[in-house]
T-cell receptor, first 113, second 115 residues
Framework: GENVEQHPSTLSVQEGDSAVIKCTYSDSASNYFPWYKQELGKRPQLIID?????GEKKDQRIAVTLNKTAKHFSLHITETQPEDSAVYFCAGGRLGGSYIPTFGRGTSLIVHP | EAQVTQNPRYLITVTGKKLTVTCSQNMNHEYMSWYRQDPGLGLRQIYYSMNVEVTDKGDVPEGYKVSRKEKRNFPLILESPSPNQTSLYFC??????????????FGPGTRLTVL
């Protein structure tokens, strides 16, 4: 089955800096990679995703990049703000009739004002 | 409003006392799943279901049971809870067929403490 590794487990940045979270996956057949944000005491929610036919996707201050050859994908947050502080989870899997996502262990991002 | 609901939200119980955590979704999703979240271990899948009467083990199924008699409901059953099942539990659902992306919709979570 799929195995998703996520690093770092904790990331501390100053407001306005960029933050990068990296994930690797093992199953070369995986083709869908979502990212979830979990604020303190709340449920995880999808913030951005990427499919394997795309190398990069942006949505305002967040972007995700995918390197299929190396089997890794990354979340980039620019101009970080205190409200970006949360736990971020990556996931991977094969999109289709039997999609079962495998989650990384999460990254706790702390943005200091 | 499209949503996933879980009940109860908080539960303190004692070892060995059977309990059920309910999960319901109103989005007609085929796929439903249970996760437990523990510090440093992320989201670990307990059981999942592809559709009615179709369930399968996830990564940490020991000590848990599930059923999927109706499409909207996916209860998690702990027949004889033990302290190592103290955790935060999330139910999630998503569509399967005919989609080119897949968002997992999570419930609000159930904080379970087993004494």
């Amino acid at each position: 089955g799929e195995n998703v590794e996520q690093h770092p487990s904790t990331l501390s940045v100053q407001e306005g800096d960029s933050a990068v979270i990296k994930c690797t996956y093992s199953d070369s057949a995986s083709n869908y990679f979502p990212w979830y944000k979990q604020e303190l005491g709340k449920r995880p929610q999808l913030i951005i995703d990427i499919r394997s036919n795309v190398g990069e996707k942006k949505d305002q201050r967040i972007a995700v990049t995918l390197n299929k050859t190396a089997k890794h994908f990354s979340l980039h947050i620019t101009e970080t703000q205190p409200e970006d502080s949360a736990v971020y989870f990556c996931a991977g899997g094969r999109l289709g009739g039997s999609y079962i996502p495998t989650f990384g262990r999460g990254t706790s991002l702390i943005v200091h004002p | 409003e499209a949503q996933v609901t879980q009940n109860p939200r908080y539960l303190i119980t004692v070892t060995g006392k059977k309990l059920t955590v309910t999960c319901s979704q109103n989005m007609n999703h085929e796929y439903m799943s249970w996760y437990r979240q523990d510090p440093g271990l992320g989201l670990r899948q307990i059981y999942y279901s592809m559709n009615v009467e179709v369930t399968d083990k996830g990564d940490v199924p020991e000590g848990y049971k599930v059923s999927r008699k109706e499409k909207r409901n996916f209860p998690l059953i702990l027949e004889s809870p033990s302290p190592n099942q103290t955790s935060l539990y999330f139910c999630a659902s998503s569509p399967l067929a005919g989609v080119n992306y897949n968002e997992q919709f999570f419930g609000p979570g159930t904080r379970l403490t087993v004494l």
